[in-house]
């Protein structure tokens, strides 16, 4: 697949990584494309770098990895080019970092993948990889034996099958959550947010919950 990553940073750079490695071809993007030289020629030749604008047209799939933020500025820019893409939302809500936008989700007591829906309603959000640190993608990745399994929700049942593939091509294991509005447990202070679980330890800490 061609995948655009919008944002450079610790999630968006790791799998940029990991699904170059897989075989895909990954733009990732930010508001300073020249900075990101370095990481596109240490990953390879399936890797490039280019603005927000280019990402989001180059990727037959896009992953929102930058902070929320920034969706208000970005967002409008390129809902265009993601008109019927699947969109993967690793986006969370802080209100310390991210202001308004995130207390706006959180006092209306949805989850954070609804919102991103809102705002793209042309293109299939999935949520995925909103809820693993950057440094367990980095480290467990194809493990042995039972594998991390990364959590996903979302509407579009042939999103979510996008979703899966690239899921077990970074190398970790997929649970579907259902629809975006059952997704609360991966934003912060969910059940399953910032957690390492294996496909049985997920099902166990929601029936705990």
């Given at each position: ?7 450079a ?8 990584r ?5 075989g ?9 494309p ?30 929102l ?15 265009s ?5 699947v ?5 969370n809500?802080?209100p ?24 793209l309603p ?8 909103s ?6 993608l980095?480290?467990e ?7 991390v ?31 975006l ?29």
């Amino acid at each position: 697949m061609k995948i655009g990553v919008i944002g450079a940073g610790n999630i968006g750079g790791t799998l940029t990584r990991l699904w170059a490695g897989a075989g895909h071809e990954v733009m990732v993007s930010s508001r300073h494309p020249g900075e990101l030289t370095a990481l596109v020629k240490d990953i390879g030749k399936k890797a490039s770098a280019g603005t927000v604008e280019q990402a989001a047209e180059f990727g037959e799939v896009a992953f929102l990895a930058m902070p929320l933020k920034g969706v208000a500025d970005t967002l409008p820019k390129i809902q265009s080019a993601l008109s019927g893409k699947v969109v993967l939302d690793a986006m969370n809500p802080f209100p310390n970092r991210d202001g308004e936008i995130a207390s706006e989700i959180l006092n209306r007591g949805i989850a954070s993948g609804v919102a991103t829906q809102e705002r793209l309603p042309e293109s299939a959000v999935v949520r995925a990889f909103s809820s693993i640190r950057f440094r367990e993608l980095q480290t467990e990745h194809h493990r042995n034996g039972d594998r991390v399994a990364v959590p996903i929700a979302g509407d579009d049942p042939a999103a979510k099958e996008v979703a899966t593939r690239l899921v077990r091509d970074a190398g970790f294991e997929v649970f579907d959550l259902g629809p975006l509005a059952d997704s609360r447990p991966l934003d912060p202070g969910g059940v399953l947010f910032v957690q390492t679980f294996t496909r049985d330890e997920i099902a166990e800490a929601l029936d705990i919950a």
